[in-house]
């Protein structure tokens, strides 16, 4: 047993059984092949419920780019708590954030899908072979030139309507049934490791528990002091 498993195992023996049971059964569907990242949304209700969205469709990593607006805090009311389950990533050093955030994603390995009208390559038709970070631009004028520039690839929505752009949030929700659903039915390699599942379980478990870094710190000291 590694030393998270058992640092694991003691949080389990604080939680509730059934809290176990649920952060096993979330942790197994939970994926960092896919993530999003959100560049300059103005209206944290969007955020937010693109958060939340994130968290339906098992995304464990949300990007947010922000120039020049203050710091991206979910509103509870919408998001329902997914913030304590969804890992928040900002990138907020002016101009330059979108380029630092997609040299990151890449340097990761991640494809860089951004999603625009102003395309014929439909969403459904992009090929999953590599992890893959999906773009929203802002509510009124999309993405910025800088991602259009860097991005790997523009997809659209379909839509068969009079109106040119989903909601950011329903955009999101679209998207990732679109290619979860192309995930569940491929041979790759898309959920979390056991042992990022552990990680994970582990951050979780430190959420729900008063002090949960400083419970934390005195169990790994009681682990490491009993290999002595």
């Excluded at 959100?38 to 944290?44: F, N, P, R």
């Excluded at 491929?186 to 979780?204: A, F, G, H, M, P």
């Amino acid at each position: 047993m590694s030393i998270d498993e058992k640092v694991l195992a003691e949080f389990y023996n604080i939680i509730t059984e059934s809290k176990q049971d649920k952060y096993d059964q979330i942790a197994s569907e939970r994926t960092k092949y896919l993530t999003v990242v959100m560049e300059s949304i103005s209206k944290e209700h969007n955020s937010s419920a693109v958060m939340r969205t994130c968290d339906c469709f098992g995304i464990q990593d949300l990007h947010t780019i922000e120039k020049g607006q203050k710091k991206h805090e979910p509103m509870r009311d919408i998001a329902l708590g997914a913030g304590n389950w969804v890992d928040l990533h900002t990138y907020d050093s002016g101009d330059n954030s979108s380029i630092e955030c997609l040299k990151k994603l890449k340097n990761q390995g991640y494809k860089i899908v951004a999603t625009t009208p102003h395309t014929d390559i439909d969403i459904n038709d992009i090929d999953i072979d590599q992890p893959i970070a999906l773009i929203f631009g802002t509510e009124r004028t999309g993405i910025s030139k800088e991602v259009e520039e860097m991005a790997d690839e523009l997809v659209k929505i379909p839509m068969y309507g009079f109106t040119e752009s989903f909601n950011i949030s329903v955009s999101a929700a679209v998207a990732l049934n679109i290619l979860r659903n192309k995930l569940e039915h491929s041979n790759t390699e898309w959920k979390l490791t056991k042992d990022e599942q552990v990680k994970l379980k582990i951050q979780w478990s430190k959420k729900i528990i008063r002090d949960g870094e400083k419970v934390e710190k005195e169990i790994r000291r009681r682990i490491s002091k009993n290999k002595l």
